[in-house]
């Protein structure tokens, strides 16, 4: 019975390893990092739009 | 009551639903393969009739408690929306029968002892209702 249940406890944790990798990362300063990241690129991406603006309307 | 539910998941209450609904549905299946043992449909060398049903009513009850708490986590901070459609409705149907069943199996079981007879159908019934349970919400949650 020991060996059923620790193959059980096995179940458990494969699926606890597996579905927090799909998942990914959750904690909030994780998540919050890579928000600011994202944020950080978008800015970029923008700053550079608009100088191309500027060199095409010189 | 959703601040107690946000608290105790730490704020991840979708995350740490789907990962205990996910750990319910696969002990489900390994319920499944004890019984099957248990009844003697499947013969193993390793693992005994006697053994196998004592594992399956230890990890039965552990998984009445998880079941439990997640359907607690899904009323209480979700609720109920009637106006929902697709895999949530579904969802909202397949985890009420579940809980229903689930609580005729336990009645059989504890008290109900003259049908007995009933249990490998009920059993099988928990069992297919847990899989369409998870995969109308955690299943769809994980496949994006």
Known sequence: MVASLLVALAIVAIVIAVVTARLGPTSVAELEARQDRLKERLEQREERREERADRAGR | ?144
């Open chain 2, 1 to 144: 009551m959703e601040h107690l539910v946000e608290g105790m998941a730490l704020g991840n209450v979708t995350e740490v639903k789907v990962v205990l609904a996910s750990i319910v549905a696969a002990l489900a299946g390994y319920q499944v393969f004890l019984m099957a043992v248990g009844y003697g449909k499947l013969r193993l060398p390793f693992l005994g009739s006697r053994p196998a049903s004592a594992t399956h009513r230890a990890v039965g009850d552990a998984i009445v408690v998880v079941t439990v708490v997640v359907a607690f986590m899904c009323i209480s901070y979700f609720g109920f929306d009637e106006g929902e459609d697709g895999p949530a409705a579904l969802h909202m149907v397949f985890g009420a029968l579940l809980l229903a069943v689930l609580s005729v199996k336990i009645v059989v079981l504890r008290w109900w002892h003259s049908a007995g007879r009933f249990l490998p159908p009920l059993g099988i019934t928990v069992f297919v209702l847990f899989l369409l349970t998870w995969l109308t919400s955690a299943g769809d949650f994980l496949a994006g």
